[in-house]
Each structure stands twice: as C-alpha cells, then as structure tokens.
C-alpha cells in the first residue's frame, strides 16, 4: 500500500480552472462596485459597496496530494477540518448523517466513501472504472462552497480520539497505543487514512484501517511489514497483527457488493 515509516509527498495537484475563474469573477464584480462607488454619493450606498469589496475575496486555495491507493484522494482545503488528532471515517453515505459535509460529497456521483482527518478530506471512488477528472471538480466546489457556509463540519458526532492511554491498560497496551499514536498514525494520516486501535488479546494486536488504507489492496502487507515488524521491534509481547472490522462495517461491506453485483447485471 505505500512504504510503511518513510514520508513521502507527492507535488500536489491544484484545481488552477476553478480558482482562475473564482479570481477573475471576483475582479469583474470588484471593477463593477469600484464604478459603482465612484459615482456613488449616497454613504448608505459605499457602506454596502465596500462590504461586498470584502465579501467576495473569499476563495479557496485547494491542493490535492495522491495516496499509495488508487481509488482514493487527499485534498487539503488549507484550513482546518478536524481537531488536530481526530479523524472520524463514514464508509458509505448511510453513515454521514451526522456531518454536513460528508452528506454533501456523498452527493457527487462515484463516490464510495469519505474520511475526514485534522487538515484533509480523503475521497475514496468506487472503481478503476470512475475517473478522478470527472470527480475531482465536484470535490473541489462542494468543499469550497461548504466552508463558506459557515455549516459546522460534524452535529452530534464523536471523531476517533487520540490512542489515549486508560488508567486499566495493561503496561503491554499503554506501550503499544504509544507507538501507534508516535509513530505510525502520523504518517498513515499523512497518507490519507488512519489505524484505530481495537485490542489486544493473545499476543495479537487488533487495528483497524481507515480511510485510504481500508480498501488499499496493500493493507495487509503495510500491517505485516511495517506495523507488526514496529510493535515486534519494540514490544516482544506482540506475536502478530489483525486487522478487523467494526459489526456495521460488515453490513456495509456486504451491501455494496450487492449493489455492485446488482449494476454488472444490468449492465
């Protein structure tokens, strides 16, 4: 899936088409009210004027970052999404209905899941067959016109936390939770996805991936080659690493292969 503890960045691609036309839109309504204001004697009139002046320099700089996925994308709106630390994943548009924006890009068509992390927004499509040409200035609008609403980014949701270390963790689980939170979620985030920790039992650590690393074709060799062969390093105790998947992502999981079986039918 990507080479687990070597960070890597891609020259991230910006959306020039969209941001050119917001710029030049932008300067045909400044050159009008600029007109407007020099004619203008009423003070009522240049109050409003000048406000629309600094209204309509809003426009975002969006870049987008490839992910060692195919299927999925990193875009970075260059401003906050999350909390620094957080991440909260929705696997299919049923899921985000606690998050405006998920539900808005859920909207766009070939797309197959979303991930929100501290600074990015990782979209996932549903097959080789869907191209990011066709998405990606979808993407780009809905995320722009959804931070100028000023909408909140989640309504009664919790995010993943950090690997926060409990006062019952076990030595063994406190020093595991330490090094994914140190040194492997950084640059899984960094990525476009996450690895959330689910247990250990039997020398057997339980993640699971997120993001662009959930339907990475490389995920279980990024689990054995890098996170095991990390935690094994350090933690004797660890004799192997599972990943798993939450009850609801099953479902989930089962319905789009319906669906997916059901559309090659017709086709």
């Known amino acids: 899936m990507f080479k687990m503890f070597k960070m890597w960045r891609n020259t991230s691609k910006i959306c020039c088409n969209l941001i ?3 710029l030049k839109n932008n300067l ?16 009522a009139q240049i109050l409003q004027i000048r406000s629309l002046l600094t209204t309509n320099r809003s426009y975002m700089f969006i870049q987008t970052q490839e992910t060692p996925n195919p299927n999925s994308l990193k875009f970075l709106p260059g401003q906050q999404v999350l909390e620094p630390g957080q991440t909260i994943d929705f696997p299919n548009a049923s899921s985000a209905q606690c998050s405006p924006l998920a539900r808005l890009l859920f909207r766009i068509q070939g797309v197959k899941s979303v991930f929100l992390g501290p600074d990015f927004i990782t979209i996932s499509k549903i097959d080789d067959d869907v191209e990011w040409k066709l998405i990606k200035p979808e993407v780009f609008a809905t995320i722009m016109d959804f931070f100028v ?10 995010p993943n936390p950090d690997t926060q270390i409990q006062e019952d ?9 330490e090094l994914l939170d140190t040194r492997i979620r950084p640059t899984v985030q960094e990525d476009g996805g996450d690895i959330i920790f689910r247990g250990f039992e039997g ?3 339980k993640l699971k991936m997120q993001g662009s690393c959930s339907s ?11 996170v095991q062969n990390m935690l094994q390093f350090y933690i004797p105790e ?6 798993v998947n939450d009850p609801e ?7 789009f292969a319906k669906l997916e079986n059901t559309l090659k039918t017709k086709e």
């Not at 309504?29 to 009423?42: A, E, R, V, Y």
């Not at 990475?216 to 890098?226: A, D, E, F, R, Y």
Request: aromatic share 0%; hydrophobic share 35%.
């Open 20 to 22: 050119t036309n917001s």
């Open 28 to 43: 045909s309504q400044k050159h009008n009210i600029t007109n407007s204001l020099k004619n203008s004697t009423n003070g």
């Open 149 to 158: 609403s000023g909408l909140p980014v989640l309504s009664n949701a919790t």
């Open 169 to 177: 963790d076990s030595e063994i689980v406190q020093m595991i939770k």
């Open 203 to 205: 020398g057997i650590v």
């Open 216 to 226: 990475c074709p490389s995920s279980i060799v990024t689990l054995k080659n890098g």
């Open 238 to 243: 660890v004799v192997a690493v599972e990943q």
């Open 249 to 255: 992502d099953e479902v989930a999981i089962k319905e």
